[in-house]
């Protein structure tokens, strides 16, 4: 097997065990930070929101740092160190005593973290070109499964143990992640060698303003999808412990709702990834924009946690092929040597609309009750759709 191949592999394994630990607190989160003290309802519901949106936020404000880090010093390290931090920061929530430690944990993680950038860039470095599609395409679905896997391994966890004893556990998945970085992926590094004059190119704040329009139509397209989709996910819990009242293992169920959005999300993925080509990247867009919108309304009527389950996975059919897609029509429209640039900047779309969605989703609940979120995400995916069907054209062929 060459060796790109080989590291691609364990690349995926340890994919699934950093995205697993990081989402495995998903379906408990509310219920411990209630063992913290936090019992106000209105503040439960907020304190929800912020502790899984800023994960994402400080993400996002630090990925240039380690993508930086590891362009010096190599991938393999930047790996390593993310899985690490990230089993170290699960296992810390075991002994907090107030939600503002709990807080500080979560923003850690969220600061330390950073292994699927490192994973790209090594994947992007080491495969031969014509297998780059075959590689993205395989840390892609190792993500999504670990999404998956996360929440319901959780689920479960917190039904059979207390919630403290649940984030050890996870810790372990993590610190197994750095195991298999530090001793089974090989990378043959060598620093790159930027001169002065492409450094100041590339930060200059002019540069922004040479990209074609439809990068920052783009931009809207994703910090909406993430922003209305992710919006709803930190509030499942509480909303299926509504529904499933009198359950004791609702920490399960929470667990299998999750689970089944990114289990009909990876469906999603594999076929649009084989017929978008042939379909329409636009059309498939606006189609998954539309089925998002118009599944979602559904889930804020339900009175039983089923036809919640269905919704769901009926959902995620149409959620999944959200960023694929417009990543494709951002790629198309953009020339291969400005790609890496572009593609920076929607990834800050992708990191604000996953901070900014549950922090607005937590304190809109607190205000105006859990059912109201699912309105608010219907009509701004409806929104996203009028914006992409006014704004966007359907590209013929790739630019080359």
């Known amino acids: 097997m060459p060796e790109w191949q080989r590291n691609l592999y364990f690349l995926v394994i340890i994919q699934i065990l950093v995205t697993g630990t990081f989402q495995i607190a998903t379906p408990f989160l509310p219920f411990f930070v209630t063992e913290l003290g936090v019992t106000?309802?209105?503040?439960?519901?907020?304190?929800?929101g912020i502790l899984i949106g800023v994960n994402a936020l400080f993400s996002g404000l630090l990925s240039p740092f380690w993508g930086n880090l590891a362009d010096h010093y190599g991938r393999k390290p930047m790996l390593i160190r993310s899985a690490a931090s990230i089993a170290i920061f699960t296992v810390l929530p075991a002994f907090v005593t107030s939600?503002?430690?709990?807080?500080?944990?979560?923003?850690?993680?969220?600061?330390?973290?950073?292994?699927?950038?490192?994973?790209?860039?090594?994947?992007?470095?080491?495969?031969?070109?014509?297998?780059?599609?075959?590689?993205?395409g395989w840390l892609q679905t190792g993500q999504v499964i670990g999404l998956v896997m996360g929440p319901?391994?959780?689920?479960?966890?917190?039904?059979?143990?207390?919630?403290?004893v649940v984030f050890m556990l996870a810790g372990l998945l993590a610190a197994a992640g750095a195991i298999l970085a530090a001793t089974m992926v090989r990378e043959d590094f060598h620093p790159v060698n930027t001169t002065v004059a492409a450094t100041r190119e590339k930060s200059s704040p002019f540069g922004l303003l040479s990209w074609p329009r439809i990068i920052y139509i783009m931009f809207v397209v994703i910090f909406l999808s993430q922003f209305s989709t992710r919006g709803?996910?930190?509030?499942?819990?509480?909303?299926?412990?509504?529904?499933?009242?009198?359950?004791?293992?609702?920490n399960t169920i929470v667990g299998i709702v999750v689970a089944v959005t990114g289990l009909a999300q990876v469906i999603?993925?594999?076929?649009?990834?084989?017929?978008?080509?042939?379909?329409?990247?636009?059309?498939?867009?606006?189609?998954?924009?539309?089925?998002?919108?118009?599944?979602?309304?559904?889930?804020?009527?339900?009175?039983?946690?089923?036809?919640?389950?269905?919704?769901?996975?009926?959902?995620?059919?149409?959620?999944?092929?959200l960023l694929p897609m417009a990543n494709s029509l951002i790629g198309l429209f953009t020339s291969p040597e400005k790609r890496g640039r572009v593609y920076g900047l929607t990834q800050s779309a992708f990191f604000l609309g996953n901070f900014s969605g549950p922090l607005a989703g937590g304190f809109w609940a607190a205000l105006f009750g859990l059912r109201s979120v699912f309105y608010v995400t219907t009509?701004?995916?409806?929104?996203?759709?009028?914006?992409?069907?006014?704004?966007?054209?359907?590209?013929?062929?790739?630019?080359?």
């Open 40 to 48: 106000d309802p209105r503040q439960l519901k907020a304190w929800a």
């Open 99 to 136: 939600a503002y430690q709990l807080l500080i944990c979560r923003i850690l993680m969220g600061v330390f973290s950073g292994y699927s950038a490192a994973a790209l860039a090594m994947a992007a470095s080491s495969t031969p070109e014509k297998r780059l599609g075959f590689a993205l």
């Open 152 to 164: 319901l391994i959780g689920g479960v966890l917190a039904d059979i143990f207390p919630f403290r």
């Open 232 to 250: 709803v996910e930190p509030l499942m819990p509480l909303y299926v412990k509504e529904l499933a009242a009198g359950n004791v293992n609702f």
């Open 268 to 321: 999603a993925v594999t076929i649009l990834g084989r017929q978008a080509h042939y379909w329409g990247y636009k059309r498939c867009l606006m189609a998954c924009l539309a089925g998002s919108a118009l599944l979602c309304l559904p889930q804020a009527l339900v009175a039983r946690v089923m036809p919640l389950i269905a919704l769901r996975f009926l959902q995620g059919l149409f959620l999944g092929g």
């Open 379 to 400: 009509i701004i995916l409806l929104l996203n759709l009028l914006w992409v069907w006014r704004e966007i054209r359907e590209p013929r062929t790739a630019l080359t």
